[in-house]
Structure formats: C-alpha cells, structure tokens
T-cell receptor, first 113, second 113 residues
C-alpha cells in the first residue's frame, strides 16, 4: 500500500516557467509534509516543509500548497532555472510514529535553458 | 564541516562478503535513520535509532544489523551480501523522533558483484 503518491514521474519546463509537482496521501494522521531536492550523487536535502495548520508556505521561489480535505499537497517552483534540475521527493510523517517519513517515488525535473 | 557524514562513499564487494557502513552526525540530533535508495530512486526506511535505542525496524533481512554506540553515530553491518543488496544507502538524522525534516548524508553506493 503506497501511502504517498507523487506525480508526475518526470517534468520538463522551460527556463522562467513554473514547475508543479503533486502529492497525495492516504493517512489522515500525517502531520508533517516536507519536500526534498536531490542532485545526482548527493543525498536528498530538505527544501521546504509544511504542517497541516496552514494552507500555503512560501520560501523564495518555492511554495507548498496544502489541501487537507483533498489530502493533497504540491510544490510550485516559480521562475524555474536550469540549476533547479534535480529529483524532487515529497514525504509525509506523523509525530506519533517515531518520525518515520514515507516518501513519494520522486519527480525528475529538467529545466531547459 | 559536514553535518552528516558517511563512509565509505563507494563500496564494491563480492557476493557472500560482510561489509559495514559508518555514519556520524555533528548536529546534536537525537534520532538517526538508515534509508535504502534503489536503482529507481525509491527511498525506503530500514532502521531508526533514538538516543541509541532502536525505534524502527522495518521488514529488512536479518543480514542487516544496525548499531548505535552513541547518539551521534549509527553504523550498518551487512552479512552475506547478495546481488539484490546493491543500492545507495543513506544515513539521516532529525532533531528528535517526532515529525521533523531530515538531514541526509551523501550516501554510500554499494555494488555487489
């Protein structure tokens, strides 16, 4: 049973465009939703995260939109740059489960110059 | 000064051998994890320790044995290596066992031949 479903699997965006990656979760007990960015040969790095008491969080060009009733959250990358080309993972965890994060399957983003 | 460091970065070994991967974090975090990333980049939790105590033990073959001598170190020993063990193994840490973001190491690429 996959608890966090991520889409699309891959995404190609022109420089300056908006990249949007979506995730859906099943377990309503999840209460922390981070996004990670992974470059080849590196470990995932925490990019931005949200808790379910807010519907949106913005940090620079990165925004998380959160829809609790639909059990969905998404990452928006504004003014996408070639340097944003990486694999992005959404994840979900709950405070009562030892901090265990369940990850989506990842989205490979390519930003064309 | 690397926050979460893993050694070795690459490990090539023959089937049937025993090998260890070491991880150290200097963030003062209480909780550490081992994640496995397969060839399709799926991230799956293996183990978690909180202040030297094992708190998560997913369905992992008994050939894998984690050890945490103190809360800053988490090692992974693998016995009788098999071809299917080939993957990238990531160590990660978080402030505590609640729902927080992870800081990942740069990974150990294990290739079993």
């Amino acid at each position: 049973q996959q608890q966090v479903k991520q889409s699309p699997q891959s995404l190609i965006v022109q420089k300056g465009g908006i990249s949007i990656i979506n995730c859906a979760y099943e377990n309503t007990a999840f209460d922390y939703f981070p996004w990670y960015q992974q470059f080849p040969g590196k470990g995932p790095a925490l990019l931005i995260a949200i808790r379910p008491d807010v519907s949106e969080k913005k940090e620079g060009r990165f925004t998380i939109s959160f829809n609790k009733s639909a059990k969905q959250f998404s990452l928006h990358i504004m003014d996408s740059q070639p340097g944003d080309s990486a694999t992005y993972f959404c994840a979900a965890s709950r405070n009562t489960n030892a901090g265990k994060s369940t990850f989506g399957d990842g989205t490979t983003l390519t930003v064309k110059p | 000064d690397t926050a979460v460091s893993q050694t070795p970065k690459y490990l090539v070994t023959q089937m049937g051998n025993d090998k260890s991967i070491k991880c150290e974090q200097n963030l003062g975090h209480d909780t550490m994890y081992w994640y496995k990333q397969d060839s399709k980049k799926f991230l799956k939790i293996m183990f978690s320790y909180n202040n030297k105590e094992l708190i998560i033990n997913e369905t992992v073959p008994n050939r894998f044995s984690p050890k945490s001598p103190d809360k800053a170190h988490l090692n992974l020993h693998i016995n009788s290596l098999e071809l299917g063990d080939s993957a990238v193994y990531f160590c990660a840490s978080s402030p505590s066992q609640g729902a927080y973001g992870y800081t990942f190491g740069s990974g150990t690429r294990l290739t079993v031949v």
